[in-house]
């Protein structure tokens, strides 16, 4: 059995990453989902959060996902997100402002769409700090 597969982690702007990597852990929708060379074909939900590989010699990428599909085939592992990006790349203090008027939202709720949307937003800014929490916790930081 090989050490590592394909991964690739695409959006609807484009590629994020791509490489050969030795395992992902991703959140599905019953839970954190950690993915080896010679994991059983699967397709599953994902959640908004994080998305660590670790690639060939042990180097640990994380990225964050705002939700979408995770695909397992035998030589290949794809993550189709609604949007992706580079943890590191997140900005904190948007994610902030973005949870504090989801909250808002959410108490002045107008009607039954506002408060599903205003839901959702809340999930996704918790989900963009949480995934900046754990990138510190890795880094000592925090």
């Known amino acids: 059995m090989a050490n590592s597969f394909m991964c690739e982690i695409v959006s609807a702007e484009g590629e994020v990453f791509s490489g050969q990597i030795e395992q992902l852990v991703a959140s599905g929708i019953m839970g954190d989902l950690g993915i080896l060379p010679g994991h059983t074909p699967l397709l ?28 397992v085939q035998p030589s290949v592992v794809s993550v189709l997100a609604d949007a992706a990006t580079r943890a590191g790349d997140i900005d904190e203090s948007a994610a902030e402002e973005a949870r504090q008027q989801a909250l808002q939202s959410l108490n002045e ?20 700090l949480r995934t900046i929490q754990q990138l510190r916790k890795k880094a000592g930081k925090g």
Request: hydrophobic share 35%; no cysteine.
């Open 109 to 128: 709720k107008s009607s039954e769409l506002d408060y599903t949307r205003a839901a959702a937003e809340l999930a996704e800014a918790v989900a963009q």
């Open 44 to 71: 599953t939900e994902l959640q908004p959060g994080p998305v660590r590989v670790i690639r060939d010699g042990g180097q640990e990428e994380n990225f964050y996902i705002s939700g979408g599909f995770l695909e």
